[in-house]
T-cell receptor
Framework: DTAVSQTPKYLVTQMGNDKSIKCEQNLGHDTMYWYKQDSKKFLKIMFSYNNKELIINETVPNRFSPKSPDKAHLNLHINSLELGDSAVYFC????????????FGSGTRLTVV | AQSVSQHNHHVILSEAASLELGCNYSYGGTVNLFWYVQYPGQHLQLLLKYFSGDPLVKGIKGFEAEFIKSKFSFNLRKPSVQWSDTAEYFCAARYSSASKIIFGSGTRLSIRP
């Protein structure tokens, strides 16, 4: 069973479109994250939810809106896509407490043309 | 500010050579430390982690790391690398005062057959 699953794996879309990426974890974790990895492999946190509550909201354009319908799901909706949004987006989850690392999803490669 | 630094951006080694990748973290109280590996086209996987106790931590695939508190370092080592170790390696830290993991900029490891 896949622990953290993201869909779609690849997404190619035109500038100006609106798209969503979905993430689900079956680990029973309380906290989920979205990270963006740019072309230089740098990983930057975007959002974090704990039990459906937003706890981290880094400096991200408000075209990006996360939604967590329950603690096992964290989706990312992006409005008015721009060329600079092209990246790999990783979902991750972790358990309660500081002794846990993250379990990552396989990533969604978003290409805006 | 809490941060993680990896000074080696790209390391090239021959098979069977020994490896050491540097990682330094900033002071910020109690910290948990991690090394993640990202094979080409794949997601991040946990190699090893340090929470407390023995500062020499052993991970998967023959990797180990040493936590040196006085130097704020957590370097990754492997005595003899293989071609299959070609990947991007990320050092990361989770501070007790924060609910997120901070990643270093990554080190690309290329192994010559």
């Amino acid at each position: 069973d896949t622990a953290v699953s993201q869909t779609p794996k690849y997404l190619v879309t035109q500038m100006g479109n609106d798209k969503s990426i979905k993430c689900e974890q079956n680990l029973g974790h309380d906290t989920m994250y979205w990270y963006k990895q740019d072309s230089k492999k740098f990983l930057k946190i975007m959002f974090s939810y704990n039990n459906k509550e937003l706890i981290i909201n880094e400096t991200v354009p408000n075209r990006f809106s996360p939604k967590s319908p329950d603690k096992a799901h964290l989706n990312l909706h992006i409005n008015s896509l721009e060329l600079g949004d092209s990246a790999v987006y990783f979902c991750a989850s972790t358990g309660t407490g500081t002794t846990y690392g993250y379990t990552f999803g396989s990533g969604t490669r978003l290409t805006v043309v | 500010a809490q941060s993680v630094s990896q000074h080696n951006h790209h390391v090239i080694l021959s098979e069977a050579a020994s490896l050491e990748l540097g990682c330094n973290y900033s002071y910020g109280g109690t910290v948990n430390l991690f090394w993640y590996v990202q094979y080409p086209g794949q997601h991040l996987q946990l190699l090893l982690k340090y929470f407390s106790g023995d500062p020499l931590v052993k991970g998967i695939k023959g990797f180990e790391a040493e936590f040196i508190k006085s130097k704020f370092s957590f370097n990754l080592r492997k005595p003899s690398v293989q071609w299959s170790d070609t990947a991007e390696y990320f050092c990361a830290a989770r501070y007790s005062s924060a609910s997120k993991i901070i990643f270093g900029s990554g080190t690309r490891l290329s192994i010559r057959p």
